[in-house]
């Protein structure tokens, strides 16, 4: 057995605790909600997905077919109206909140948008679970970005100051801001809806096809043949398998529903030091797992700001919540190469995604 994989007794979740909960999951079409779709149904939850449809034909969301696993609803979390009514006839018992504008790059192409939805999409998410009441837990997934970067050499931490140089990053930080907002104003004293926030790092893992991200980029790039080119290739990123951080979401629900409020507020959930590593440094353990003649090289342009060095603090998730990053970075890189090697090769992308779901949990 892989030194990562874990024995049953330090299983980081509650895997009965899943079966049969009411799910509402924002953003079930992107990369990280596919996996958490797949996840959540591998465990017996009955998930419901309200997103936009998934924005290329060969995302995971596709060539997994995650939309037979669960309740499957194409919406808009900017249209407040709809999302009432579909909270309303969902009645879930936990809501997670995923759908976002994910990318830097295109936050300074379509601002507004990148506000409207990831501000706005927030308060409305939260203006619909008060609204409809009966949810234990609610947790609002936003970014490793949310914090005011000051270039540190040290983790953020959850109480450090929010900000973000660019429309992304700022954009997360509001939504952090309405969260904590909502939940000191709606959701104090009596209530017993408990709401958090979560915070993670760069996630890889096999599924992903977004612009503009650096694993994506580089399949691509090696499928074909041809030579990635970076833009910030000593950017020191803390990169986590996607797995990871969806793990510490659940971990997390699970506290809140017990209805105790030492479990609000902000959570990171980053990868172990020695998953910080450069830009070019996880390109070279990318290109040696690849093979086949693949390569990368600086594109050598100016390009808009982009912080240099990035870290989490997961100090508080590992104590309280007994949380633990349980991929290694060889074992993320492993998982990510293989699934797409795998569906290079036309394989079974379902039971492929399955099985590293599996491999993980059992």
Same mark, same amino acid.
């Given at each position: 057995?892989?030194?990562?994989?874990? !024995?049953?007794?330090?299983?980081?979740?509650? @895997?009965?605790?899943?079966?049969?909960?009411?799910?509402?999951? !924002?953003?079930? !079409?992107?990369?990280?909600?596919?996996?958490?779709?797949?996840?959540?149904?591998?465990?017996?939850?009955?998930?419901?997905?309200?997103?936009?449809?998934?924005?290329?034909?060969?995302?995971?969301?596709?060539?997994?077919?995650?939309? $037979?696993?669960?309740?499957?609803?194409?919406?808009?979390?900017?249209?407040?109206?709809?999302?009432?009514?579909?909270?309303?006839?969902?009645?879930p018992t936990i809501?997670?909140?995923?759908?976002?504008?994910?990318?830097?790059?295109?936050? &300074?192409?379509?601002?507004?948008?990148?506000?409207? !939805?990831?501000?706005?999409?927030?308060?409305?998410?939260? =203006?619909?679970?008060?609204?409809?009441?009966?949810?234990?837990?609610? /947790?609002?997934?936003?970014?490793?970005?949310?914090? #005011?970067?000051? =270039?540190?050499?040290?983790? &953020?931490?959850?109480?450090?100051?929010?900000?973000? &140089?660019?429309?992304?990053?700022?954009?997360?930080?509001?939504? #952090?801001?309405?969260?904590?907002? &909502?939940?000191?104003?709606?959701?104090?004293?009596?209530?017993? @809806?408990?709401?958090?926030?979560?915070?993670?790092?760069?996630?890889?893992?096999?599924g992903d096809w977004?612009?503009?991200?650096?694993?994506?980029?580089?399949?691509?790039?090696?499928?074909?043949? %041809?030579?990635?080119?970076?833009?910030?290739? +000593?950017?020191?990123?803390?990169?986590?398998?996607?797995?990871?951080?969806?793990?510490g979401y659940l971990?997390?629900? #699970?506290?809140?529903? $017990?209805?105790?409020?030492?479990?609000?507020?902000?959570? +990171?959930?980053?990868?172990?030091?020695?998953?910080? /590593?450069?830009?070019? +440094?996880?390109?070279?353990?990318?290109? %040696?797992?690849?093979?086949?003649?693949?390569?990368?090289?600086?594109?050598?342009?100016?390009?808009?700001?982009?912080?240099?060095?990035?870290?989490?603090?997961?100090?508080?998730?590992? *104590?309280?919540?007994?949380?633990?990053?349980?991929?290694?970075? =060889?074992?993320?890189?492993?998982?990510? /190469?293989?699934?797409?090697?795998?569906?290079?090769?036309?394989?079974? *992308?379902?039971?492929?995604?399955?099985?590293?779901?599996?491999?993980?949990?059992?």
């Open positions: 057995m892989a030194a990562w994989l874990r !024995t049953l007794e330090n299983m980081v979740i509650d @895997t009965n605790f899943w079966c049969n909960q009411r799910i509402f999951l !924002t953003g079930h !079409t992107g990369f990280k909600g596919s996996w958490l779709s797949l996840l959540l149904s591998s465990l017996g939850a009955q998930v419901f997905g309200y997103a936009l449809p998934p924005e290329n034909e060969n995302d995971i969301f596709n060539v997994a077919k995650v939309a $037979t696993s669960i309740n499957h609803q194409i919406g808009d979390i900017r249209n407040l109206s709809d999302l009432i009514s579909a909270v309303q006839k969902v009645q809501v997670l909140h995923m759908a976002s504008q994910a990318l830097v790059r295109k936050s &300074y192409d379509f601002p507004i948008e990148t506000y409207l !939805t990831n501000v706005m999409g927030t308060a409305h998410l939260l =203006e619909a679970v008060r609204q409809v009441g009966g949810a234990k837990a609610v /947790i609002i997934i936003t970014s490793d970005k949310c914090y #005011e970067n000051m =270039e540190w050499s040290w983790g &953020y931490r959850e109480t450090d100051r929010l900000g973000g &140089y660019d429309p992304y990053s700022n954009s997360k930080a509001c939504a #952090e801001l309405v969260t904590s907002a &909502y939940q000191k104003s709606f959701f104090e004293g009596e209530s017993k @809806t408990l709401i958090a926030s979560a915070r993670a790092g760069n996630v890889i893992g096999g977004s612009s503009d991200r650096l694993v994506p980029d580089a399949m691509r790039a090696f499928s074909k043949g %041809k030579k990635i080119q970076v833009r910030f290739p +000593n950017a020191i990123r803390p990169w986590q398998h996607v797995l990871d951080p969806l793990l971990k997390l629900a #699970e506290r809140l529903s $017990t209805g105790s409020k030492i479990y609000e507020g902000g959570w +990171n959930f980053g990868p172990a030091a020695a998953s910080e /590593i450069s830009v070019q +440094n996880l390109l070279n353990l990318l290109v %040696k797992k690849w093979g086949q003649n693949s390569s990368w090289e600086s594109d050598g342009l100016l390009h808009p700001y982009e912080a240099n060095y990035l870290k989490l603090d997961c100090s508080k998730s590992q *104590m309280v919540l007994k949380w633990h990053p349980r991929i290694d970075l =060889e074992n993320s890189i492993n998982l990510t /190469i293989d699934w797409y090697k795998a569906y290079q090769n036309g394989q079974d *992308m379902r039971k492929v995604t399955s099985n590293q779901i599996d491999q993980v949990l059992n």
